[in-house]
C-alpha cells in the first residue's frame, strides 16, 4: 500500500525531468498528448501488479517522445510536427478567417489584447496565435512602449538582488557564491534587531548592502496610497 505509489510517483518525476522543461511548459499537440499517455501508464502499477511492464512502456514513451523533438529541430519535418502560427490581426484590421481556424470569438480575443495591455485593435500590427497555443501581439510602431535607445539615453546595466535569505533560511550557496562569510551576514541581520527566523526575504544589494523584509507590515495610518478593499480598513 506504501511502497508502489512512492516507487511510481518517483519513476513519473524522474522521468520528466529526463524529458526536460518543455514538456511541462507551454505544450505542443503532442506534448499534450504524451503528458497523457505517461500519466496513464505510470498509474498503471497502483491498480495492478505488473509495476515492471508499466514502467519499461513508460521509459520507452520518453525515449519516443525525446525522438520526437528531435526530429522537430530540423526545418523540414517541423512544419509536419508543429502547427503552423495563425494570425489573427494584421495591420489593424481582424482576420475573421483566422478567427474562424482557431474557433476563437471575438471577445475571447479582446480578453487576450486586455491581457497584453490593448484595448483597441486599431493599434495592433500583428496579433498571432502562435503553436503553443499563446497569443502574441506586436504594436504598431507609433503605440509600442517607448524604449531608453529611442531617446538615446545609456541604461546602467540590470542587476538582480541574490537572495540570501528565504522563509527564515539562509541560502548557503548563495552566500558561498558571492564570497561572504555567514558571520557577515549574521551582524548585517544584527544591526537592524532582526532574527533570520523573522525575516521572510533578504538580498544582496548591487551596493553590497543587505535588503530585509520582514514578516511585519507597517501601519500606514489611513493613507489612502494603501487602502486594500474590504472591511478590514
Request: aromatic share 10%; charged share 20%.
Amino acid at each position: 500500500m506504501l511502497y508502489r505509489p512512492f516507487i511510481v510517483f518517483t519513476a513519473g518525476y524522474l522521468l520528466l525531468r529526463v524529458t526536460g522543461k518543455k514538456a511541462v511548459s507551454q505544450m505542443h499537440s503532442f506534448d499534450l498528448l504524451y503528458i497523457f499517455v505517461l500519466t496513464n501508464i505510470i498509474s498503471t502499477p497502483v491498480e495492478d501488479s505488473k509495476m515492471g511492464k508499466a514502467l519499461t512502456y513508460a521509459v520507452i514513451i520518453v525515449i519516443f517522445y525525446k525522438i520526437l523533438i528531435r526530429l522537430s529541430l530540423h526545418n523540414k519535418l517541423r512544419w509536419i510536427l508543429y502547427e503552423r502560427p495563425t494570425v489573427l490581426i494584421r495591420n489593424g484590421d481582424i482576420d475573421r478567417k483566422g478567427l474562424k481556424k482557431v474557433r476563437m470569438p471575438m471577445n475571447e480575443l479582446l480578453s487576450h489584447l486586455r491581457v497584453k495591455g490593448f484595448t483597441d485593435t486599431q493599434n495592433i500590427a500583428m496579433a498571432t496565435m502562435e503553436e503553443t497555443g499563446s497569443i502574441s501581439v506586436i504594436p504598431k510602431s507609433e503605440y509600442r512602449p517607448v524604449q531608453p535607445n529611442d531617446l538615446n539615453l545609456r541604461i546602467q546595466k540590470e542587476y538582480v538582488p541574490i537572495p540570501l535569505i528565504m522563509d527564515g533560511q539562509i541560502i548557503y550557496h548563495n552566500l558561498k557564491y558571492l564570497q561572504l562569510e555567514q558571520s557577515w551576514l549574521m551582524n548585517e541581520v544584527g544591526k537592524t534587531g532582526n532574527n533570520v527566523e523573522n525575516i521572510l526575504l533578504a538580498t544582496y544589494s548591487e551596493n553590497g548592502k543587505l535588503f530585509i523584509d520582514d514578516n511585519e507590515l507597517q501601519n500606514h495610518k489611513n493613507d489612502p496610497y494603501y487602502y486594500e478593499p474590504g472591511k478590514d480598513n
